[in-house]
């Protein structure tokens, strides 16, 4: 995640950035971030969930989509546009479902760390996920083979379900029976 492109930009510049780029850009409030262009081990693990969880939710009343896809999230607590563009997200709520972006909270948001990114997704992301109510936030270390799970609690904060390095099964709460084994995730 590299430093914000400028101070401020309203949301029709970002959209004009965009416009000119193929990087992922996300934009929180006025200011813009620039995603890292995702490593192979990345772009693998990314490939392994997205069919697993693709799969697991066929015939279901939730999808899944993959990066590149925006996400502007949306609550009525909160204020203020921000438009993020997780690894992975599923969504149950499909009445957000936009021709080309969600607008509401995803139920499950995935997050796959680059070394340039990990304080964004792992301080950042977290927070501002669960200020909009995400219920359920992997983040997924392909550096150190880890994967962490968080879901919100009755008072709305993030409490760490799990936490597996390089095996186990990391197991959903809020999709119920969906599981993935660390060894096939990170080989």
């Known amino acids: ?31 813009v971030f620039m995603s890292p262009s995702p490593s192979t081990k990345h772009q693998r693990i990314s490939g392994r969930l997205h069919a697993k969880l693709f799969n697991f939710l066929e015939g279901k009343d939730c999808e899944v989509f993959h990066a590149p896809f925006d ?11 921000k438009i993020v563009v997780p690894d992975l997200s599923v969504i149950c709520d499909k009445s957000g479902l936009m021709e080309n972006k969600f607008v509401g909270v995803p139920t499950l948001i995935i997050e796959i760390l680059s070394p340039s990114n990990q304080s964004h997704d792992l301080v950042f992301k977290l927070n501002l996920y669960m200020q909009y109510g995400v219920n359920e936030y992997w983040i997924v270390n392909p550096m150190l083979n880890i994967v962490q799970i968080y879901s919100l609690n009755d008072e709305g904060q993030y ?17 119920k029976g969906f599981q993935i084994n660390l060894e096939d995730l990170f080989k």
């Not at 996400?71 to 546009?81: A, V």
Request: no cysteine; net charge negative.
């Open 1 to 31: 995640m590299s430093f914000p492109e400028q101070d401020f930009v309203s949301l029709e510049e970002f959209y004009k950035m965009r416009e000119n780029t193929e990087r992922i850009l996300e934009y929180i409030d006025g200011i």
């Open 71 to 81: 996400i502007e999230l949306k609550n009525d607590k909160m204020e203020g546009t």
């Open 159 to 175: 409490q760490q379900l799990d936490a597996l390095k390089e095996k186990g099964i990391a197991r959903s709460e809020v999709l």
